[in-house]
């Protein structure tokens, strides 16, 4: 596959900056909720925010 310019500035202005700055919020998100809860209440939230997301991108 040919990388096209527009595809080139997606991954080097957007892409990269996105899924770090989406890495840092579910680190800190889980990290404040592993503090509060117990286990089976972070599970419970991790896969509610597993089918948001997919929720989020199946829309899409």
């Not at 595809?7 to 509060?36: M, P, T």
């Not at 286990?39 to 597993?50: Q, T």
């Amino acid at each position: 596959m040919r990388k096209t310019a527009g595809y080139i500035v997606y991954q080097d202005d957007f892409e990269k900056h996105f899924l770090n700055v989406s890495a840092n919020f579910y680190s800190v998100e889980s990290q404040q909720f592993i503090k509060c809860c117990d286990c089976g209440d972070y599970l419970k939230k991790a896969e509610r925010r597993l089918k948001e997301e997919m929720r989020g991108f199946l829309s899409t």
